[in-house]
């Protein structure tokens, strides 16, 4: 049996989609779905029970055993990069990890967990998963400071390669609907080129990028899922990993595969950014992918364009979710 966190959300729920597609579902789901949206994507999963996640933390807290239980799979986190009450990031991020870590320790149960990007800041120390340089990173944002400080927690009491913590890049694909502000530039641009048949992107601010020009390697969902579940598979494998494609691609580069997803001419207008996101602004990310590479995951990778079109033709054009 496995325990998912953050069942309903975009990578959580497409785990399950993943886990369901192996014919597997002694899953125990774990979320809080409030009056949100995001229960739809858990429509058409098979699972057997649901747990708010309060009421999962006080069965951990009180040594509660599930039987067969195998692994926590957490995805489960507040992943707003411009959330601001840095006390509900530390319990939410930070404290829930480590006691959902420190449990999993004590009973030898997997124990995958969601790091992030949003770590290396502003990328000046590079984008290597190297431990040696994580405790040197400096987060732009308190979003990424409540991950860095788990994954420094995990260093710092050599539990690293007993656990697997995946550093997510910009992560997009179906079932993120719910994430408002949050969503995908993918499922914005879809949404604006429908409703106007343009898109509009942020001027670049740093001299030295040009308007759209700024990059990030973006991955498929379904990417991140497989390997995932090859992670899942080998217990012996510990770490913690990027999880990009190893590329980075510029937002005109995404916007144009928008528009040819939907058979429309490129029609592109640059806007001011927002003052207040200029300092934690990433002009550049892109995941050095030798260390997850060395321990014999398959890293293979759909195309930024490929993925796109499967995206807009299969979920965005028909509401569908994965």
């Known amino acids: 049996m496995y325990i998912v966190t953050g069942a309903a959300g975009l990578i959580g729920s497409a785990f399950i989609a993943e886990l369901n597609s192996r014919s597997i579902s002694d899953i125990i789901i774990v979320d809080e779905l409030g009056d949100s949206e995001k229960w739809k994507n858990l429509k058409n999963k098979s699972f057997l029970d649901y747990l708010h996640k309060d009421a999962f933390l006080k069965k951990i807290q009180s040594g509660q055993t599930f039987k ?87 260093l710092r009491e050599r539990v690293q390669r007993k656990i697997v913590g995946l550093k997510f890049f910009n992560v997009f694909g179906p079932n993120e609907k719910h994430k408002g502000e949050m969503r995908s530039m993918v499922m914005k641009a879809h949404e604006q080129i429908k409703a106007t048949g ?15 020009e700024q990059k990030r390697d973006f991955i498929y969902v379904k990417d991140c899922t497989k390997i995932m579940h090859w992670l899942l598979s080998k217990p012996k494998v510990g770490g913690i990993f990027n999880l990009g494609t190893g590329q980075a691609h510029s937002w005109n580069e995404l916007a144009r595969a928008v528009f040819a997803a939907l058979g429309v001419n490129p029609e592109i207008e640059y ?42 033709k299969s979920y965005l054009e028909t509401g569908a979710v994965l």
């Open 198 to 212: 343009k898109l509009r992107l942020f001027r670049s601010h740093d001299a030295r990028y040009a308007d759209g």
């Open 68 to 154: 067969g239980l195998k692994a926590i799979v957490h995805m489960g986190a507040c992943s707003s990069t411009t959330e601001r009450d840095v006390d509900y990031l530390m319990q939410n991020n930070y404290h829930y990890t480590r006691e959902l870590c420190s449990y999993a320790l004590k009973r030898k149960l997997r124990f995958i967990y969601a790091s992030s990007a949003a770590t290396y800041g502003d990328g000046a120390k590079g984008y290597a998963d190297d431990d040696a340089i994580s405790p040197t990173l400096e987060p732009l944002n308190p979003y990424g400071f409540s991950k860095q400080l788990f994954d420094l927690w995990a």
């Open 271 to 312: 806007i001011d950014m927002p003052v207040e996101l200029r300092s934690q602004y990433q002009y550049f990310t892109e995941a050095k992918m030798q260390k997850l590479k060395a321990t014999g995951c398959p890293l293979k990778f759909t195309s930024l364009e490929d993925s796109i079109l499967d995206y807009v």
